[in-house]
T-cell receptor, first 113, second 112 residues
Framework: DAGVIQSPRHEVTEMGQEVTLRCKPI?????LFWYRQTMMRGLELLIY????????DSGMPEDRFSAKMPNASFSTLKIQPSEPRDSAVYFC???????????FGSGTQLSVL | DQQVKQNSPSLSVQEGRISILNCDYT??????FLWYKKYPAEGPTFLIS?????DKNEDGRFTVFLNKSAKHLSLHIVPSQPGDSAVYFC???????????FGKGTTLSVSS
C-alpha cells in the first residue's frame, strides 16, 4: 500500500516567493495533519483536518500560511510570501478518526534564501 | 509552553546495553501516548504506544512505561542495536484520532 505522499521532497526558493507543498493521504484515512520540524521547536502541529474540514489551525504561524483540503485525497500548504525563518521540514500525516497513531510522509525540506 | 517535554537532546549507549528515553507531560487530559522513531531524510514512524489505563506495554525489545501520577513515561530498548540509532519522539493526545503533541526529540546513538 502506498503511504502518505508529499511533494516536492526539496524546495529552494527566494524570500518573497510563494511556496506550495502538497500531500496525498493514505486512501481511507479521513484525518490529515500538517507538522513542521525545526531544531528549536521540534515537531509542531500547524493544522489538521477531519473529513476535509479544518478543525484546528491554531498552530499556523501567521496569515502568510494557509492550508486547504479540497477533497479526501489531496491537501496543500501554502506560504505567501515566504521568509527565511520558514525554512524547515514540513510533514504531512494521516489517520482514521479513532485510531491513535499517525502515518507520516517523507516530508518536504524547505529552504528560503 | 511545551506540553510534552523530552529534556535529554541526546543519548549514547553501547550495543547490547539498555537505552532509556524519558518524556514528561503537563496536560492531565492526555490519555494516549506514543513513541515515534525518525531516521534522517525520512518521516517519523510509529514505534509503540500506551493508553492511560495501562502502566506498561511491551513489543519485542521495546517497552514503554507510564507513571500517571508523575506525568512521566519512558521507553526502554533492550538490547540496544546500532540500527536503533535515530531520533525518538514522544507524543501525546487527549483523544484517539486527534492531533498528536510531540516533544522535541532525543537523538539516540548506539555504538558497536
Amino acid at each position: 500500500d502506498a503511504g502518505v505522499i508529499q511533494s516536492p521532497r526539496h524546495e529552494v526558493t527566494e524570500m518573497g516567493q510563494e511556496v506550495t507543498l502538497r500531500c496525498k493521504p493514505i486512501s481511507g484515512h479521513n484525518s490529515l495533519f500538517w507538522y513542521r520540524q525545526t531544531m528549536m521547536r521540534g515537531l509542531e502541529l500547524l493544522i489538521y483536518f477531519n473529513n476535509n474540514v479544518p478543525i484546528d489551525d491554531s498552530g499556523m504561524p501567521e496569515d502568510r500560511f494557509s492550508a486547504k483540503m479540497p477533497n479526501a485525497s489531496f491537501s496543500t500548504l501554502k506560504i505567501q510570501p515566504s521568509e527565511p525563518r520558514d525554512s524547515a521540514v514540513y510533514f504531512c500525516a494521516s489517520t482514521q478518526t479513532g485510531v491513535g497513531k499517525l502515518f507520516f510522509g517523507s516530508g518536504t525540506q524547505l529552504s528560503v534564501l | 509552553d511545551q506540553q510534552v517535554k523530552q529534556n535529554s537532546p541526546s543519548l549514547s549507549v553501547q550495543e547490547g546495553r539498555i537505552s532509556i528515553l524519558n518524556c514528561d507531560y503537563t496536560n492531565s487530559m492526555f490519555d494516549y501516548f506514543l513513541w515515534y522513531k525518525k531516521y534522517p531524510a525520512e518521516g517519523p514512524t510509529f514505534l509503540i504506544s500506551i493508553s492511560s489505563i495501562k502502566d506498561k506495554n511491551e513489543d519485542g525489545r521495546f517497552t514503554v512505561f507510564l507513571n500517571k501520577s508523575a506525568k512521566h513515561l519512558s521507553l526502554h530498548i533492550v538490547p540496544s542495536q546500532p540500527g536503533d540509532s535515530a531520533v525518538y519522539f514522544c507524543a501525546a493526545s487527549g483523544q484517539a484520532g486527534t492531533a498528536l503533541i510531540f516533544g522535541k526529540g532525543t537523538t539516540l546513538s548506539v555504538s558497536s
